[in-house]
């Protein structure tokens, strides 16, 4: 649906600001219905809020205690929708609920406070018949057919009791999924560029304005200053926490449509406990966290949510947050989780839609897409969870159905993410072969492989036949013939880019590795490596 102007300028049928789940998602979505789509991301891809999850494709248990039902739904819908289209970055996960005899909550969500006011015995505390109806409502919400339903587990004799303190004697154990967020972003914008997108990283849009029925964009490279231009139908601003700056100050529209900025944080621990599922815990403020297997070698701990005052401000894991969680998990762990204990700590902003809810915990996960036709089309795009990206990119598709009369209906569903063409449960085969094929690879490292590329591990290791093939080792397992993979196929760029991003590689890598691996990338960036 792409056309040329009259001085031969190429005009895109969308423009796409934002490359983070939600805006490479909308663009992969756009440009497999045969749209022309342009993508600028001012950093790297999922640099923000999409790298700073807390990894999972979940239906959001807690929300039914808020009313989100369609959420939810869609939610658990999703999940195997996902889990079958990249079966090598997600994964099936059995989540623990325990119930703490003793865990009395201070503050509460709505259902648990309308209890306390009719049964005030169970005031504060969220009973073991109401979480069954929760699990309950979970199981069946959604249609599984890949995933088991919820089960019974006596703490007395499980092994899943073992790390937690005597008298936790219960426990609810229910499925989700894992989810390697930031490769999720990088595999949706290297679809939509296999299929005839243009993908911009690091380049900043400065300015955006409607001229006749068509957006003129005015973009800068971030590194070498250079200004570009483009012209698009319709402007989408999935600029995630500063989608409000977008609105206002880059596209210099009116709208009283707010966003609400929440930080989420979390600490990576030793490890914990040795099995490999993840624990749901109860506070008693009535919020929750998750203890999650991490990486192999560590647990995931998280999250806070705590109102964040501006979208330019980076987020960090303040110190009070560390303690609250160290302090949330001890409740729990028989051995107390102590600041000495984190060995990394990340955050990160959700724009939220401003619903005015009274706490940032309470404020709708649920996505809200606002349309502004006054003029070349605006598309707006507020909140969102990573695991219903999909159906947020089909809904702003639907939006845009009557610009783009002619468009092809929903495609992504059942469509698998490059390196996800293989079944479900074929990791292991996958595994084994990658050993036979490249027999110097240790069992780790082609779980890693397989983990990340799926079946584009084989392209990546190509012909090497010896570790020496694969060149330079820079540490944590990372080689030469990796990072140039990266490099030229994922959009990186700089070493933060491929260990906290790409990877996870920087929890077993130095301060001068790290420092080594981005002088020796900025040296293939400027030699045009990628």
């Given at each position: 649906m792409t056309d040329k102007t009259g001085n031969g300028a190429a005009v895109a049928d969308l423009f796409v600001i934002g490359g983070g789940i939600n805006g490479c998602g909308i663009a992969r979505d756009a440009v497999g219905r045969g749209l022309s789509v342009v993508l600028a991301e001012q950093g790297d891809l999922a640099q923000a809020t999409s790298s700073a999850s807390t990894k999972l494709f979940h239906g959001g248990l807690r929300y039914l205690e808020y009313g989100e039902i369609r959420l939810v739904r869609e939610a658990l819908r999703e999940?195997?929708?996902?889990?079958?289209?990249?079966?090598?970055?997600?994964?099936?996960?059995?989540?623990?609920?325990?119930?703490?005899?003793?865990?009395r909550f201070e503050g509460g969500t709505p259902v648990s406070r309308l209890l306390g006011v009719f049964m005030p015995w169970l005031r504060g505390r969220r009973p073991k018949w109401m979480i069954r109806l929760g699990l309950f409502l979970y199981d069946h919400l959604g249609g599984r057919e890949i995933l088991?339903?919820?089960?019974?587990?006596?703490?007395?004799?499980?092994l899943e009791g073992a790390p937690l303190k005597p008298g936790i004697e219960v426990a609810f154990e229910y499925s989700d999924c894992w989810v390697e967020d930031s490769r999720l972003v990088v595999l949706n914008a290297r679809d939509a560029v296999a299929r005839g997108a243009e993908v911009?990283?690091?380049?900043?849009?400065?300015?955006?304005?409607?001229?006749?029925?068509?957006?003129?964009?005015?973009?800068?490279?971030?590194?070498?200053?250079?200004?570009?231009?483009r012209r698009a139908r319709v402007l989408v601003n999935a600029a995630g926490p500063w989608v409000g700056d977008v609105?206002?100050?880059?596209?210099?529209?009116?709208?009283?449509?707010?966003?609400?900025?929440?930080?989420?944080?979390?600490?990576?621990?030793?490890?914990?406990?040795?099995?490999?599922?993840?624990?749901?815990?109860?506070?008693?403020?009535?919020?929750?966290?998750?203890?999650i297997p991490y990486e192999g070698d560590f647990t995931l701990i998280g999250t806070t949510d705590a109102d964040h005052p501006d979208a330019d401000v980076p987020p960090v894991c303040t110190e009070e947050e560390q303690d609250y969680l160290c302090t949330f998990a001890s409740e729990y762990f028989a051995q107390p989780v102590t600041r000495e204990d984190i060995v990394w700590t990340y955050s990160g902003v959700r724009p939220l839609y401003d619903d005015g809810a009274g706490t940032a915990a309470a404020a709708t996960r649920d996505y809200v897409l606002r349309l502004n036709r006054e003029g070349a089309p605006l598309l707006n795009v507020f909140g969102g969870k990573i695991t219903t990206y999909r159906r947020l990119a089909e809904s702003a598709m639907e939006k845009l159905g009557a610009v783009f009369a002619d468009m092809p209906g929903p495609w992504t569903a059942g469509v698998p993410l490059p390196g996800g063409d293989f079944p479900v449960d074929g990791v292991e085969d996958l595994i084994a072969r990658l050993m036979r094929d490249y027999p110097f690879l240790e069992e780790g490292e082609a779980r890693r492989m397989v983990r990340a590329y799926g079946t584009e591990a084989w392209e990546m290791l190509g012909d090497a036949r010896a570790r020496d093939d694969l060149g330079?080792?820079?540490?944590?397992?990372?080689?030469?013939?990796?990072?140039?993979?990266?490099?030229?196929?994922?959009?990186?760029?700089?070493?933060?880019?491929?260990?906290?991003r790409r990877s996870k590689r920087g929890l077993r890598m130095s301060v001068e590795e790290i420092a080594t691996l981005d002088a020796w990338m900025r040296e293939q960036d400027g030699e045009g490596e990628r």
């Open positions: 999940r195997e929708t996902l889990l079958r289209a990249m079966p090598h970055i997600s994964w099936p996960m059995r989540f623990v609920l325990p119930w703490h005899p003793e865990m088991p339903g919820t089960t019974r587990l006596d703490l007395r004799t499980a911009l990283t690091r380049v900043r849009v400065e300015q955006a304005r409607r001229v006749g029925d068509l957006w003129e964009i005015t973009l800068r490279d971030a590194e070498t200053g250079q200004a570009m231009t609105i206002g100050g880059v596209a210099g529209v009116n709208s009283t449509e707010r966003v609400r900025l929440v930080r989420g944080s979390h600490i990576v621990t030793r490890k914990l406990y040795d099995h490999d599922k993840c624990y749901f815990f109860q506070g008693r403020d009535g919020r929750i966290i998750f203890a330079r080792d820079f540490g944590g397992g990372l080689s030469a013939r990796e990072l140039r993979w990266l490099m030229r196929h994922e959009f990186a760029r700089r070493a933060e880019d491929v260990v906290w």
